[in-house]
C-alpha cells in the first residue's frame, strides 16, 4: 500500500522505513514541522527528575548546554520510543509510560516524593494532556520549559501533500489531534473529500479519531494503544 507518513525529520524517516519493511510504499508529506528556540542553559539545581513528552523535548534539550548535566537525573519519558531515545543518549535511569503523558502520572506518584525536589516538565509550546495540573494535585512542584515548537507547514508543502491524496494514496497516518487538523485543513482546502473517502486513516489514539469528525465518510483505524509497534500492528504487512 501506499501510505503517508505525516511525522518529520528523524521520526518520518524511522516510520518510513518500518513501514516498508511490512512492504509498504512510504510517502513523506509532514503535517507539522518542528522547531527548536534557542535557550539559555536549564538551571537543573534542586530538580529532582525530568518529565520528557516526546522525541522532540529530548532533541530540544540536547541542543541545551546544560544537557550532560540532565543525563544525571531519572527521565520520565511518554512512550517507548522518547524512553530509547534517552538510553541512546546516556540517560541511565528511565521510567516509560504506556503512549500518553496522562499514564506517567502514577508512574511519578509511585517512585516521586512532592518533598524531594521539583519537576522539570520538557514539552513542545501546545499539549495534548497537560501533566501539570494533576501532578501539582499529589503536592509536586513542576516547572514547564518550552523546548520545542510546532508550526503548520507553508501552502506548498501543503499543496504537494493534496497532489498525493488527489493522484492516489491507501492510507495516511495521523500521530496527534493538531496533525489530523491540519490533514482536514488540506482535504477542505483543496476540495478533496471525495477523494479521502477511498483511503483509510490510521490514528495513534481515539483522540485524534475523534478530529476527523469534520469529513462525513472517512475510513478511521485506531491503534489499540499509542505505541509505533501497536500502530505497525494495525497497519499490518502488505498481504502476500
Known amino acids: 500500500m501506499r501510505i503517508i507518513v505525516t511525522r518529520s525529520g528523524e521520526d518520518a524517516e524511522l516510520q518510513a522505513a518500518r513501514l516498508a519493511a511490512l512492504g509498504h510504499q512510504p510517502v513523506i508529506h509532514p503535517l507539522l514541522q518542528i522547531d527548536y528556540p534557542a535557550l539559555p542553559p536549564i538551571a537543573l ?5 525530568l518529565i520528557l513528552t ?3 523535548a529530548l532533541r530540544g534539550l540536547s541542543r541545551n ?3 550532560e548535566a540532565a543525563k544525571s537525573l531519572p527521565a520520565y519519558c511518554v512512550g517507548e520510543g522518547t524512553a530509547d531515545g534517552a538510553r541512546e543518549h546516556g540517560f541511565a535511569h528511565t521510567v ?5 503523558a496522562k499514564d506517567l502520572v502514577p508512574l511519578i506518584a509511585q517512585s516521586l516524593r512532592p518533598q524531594a525536589g521539583p519537576l522539570l516538565y520538557l514539552t513542545g509550546a501546545h499539549l495534548a494532556f497537560d501533566l501539570e495540573a494533576p501532578l501539582a494535585q499529589l503536592g509536586f512542584a513542576v516547572t514547564r520549559l518550552i523546548v520545542y515548537e510546532s508550526r503548520e507547514p507553508g501552502e506548498a508543502a501543503a499543496a504537494r501533500f493534496a497532489g498525493d491524496l488527489r493522484s492516489g494514496v491507501d492510507g495516511v497516518i495521523l500521530m496527534s489531534p493538531r496533525g489530523a487538523a491540519n490533514f482536514i485543513r488540506i482535504v477542505k482546502g483543496f476540495d478533496l473529500e471525495r477523494e479521502v473517502r477511498a483511503i483509510r486513516c490510521y490514528c495513534y489514539s481515539d483522540a485524534i479519531a475523534g478530529a476527523l469528525s469534520k469529513i462525513n465518510g472517512l ?4 491503534s489499540r494503544r499509542p505505541t509505533e509497534a501497536e500502530l505497525m500492528q494495525l ?3 502488505v498481504a502476500a
Open 65 to 67: 548546554a546544560a544537557f
Open 219 to 222: 475510513t478511521v483505524a485506531v
Open 235 to 237: 497497519i499490518g504487512p
Open 45 to 49: 539545581d534542586g530538580v529532582q527528575a
Open 54 to 56: 516526546s522525541r522532540n
Open 96 to 100: 516509560t509510560g504506556e503512549g500518553t
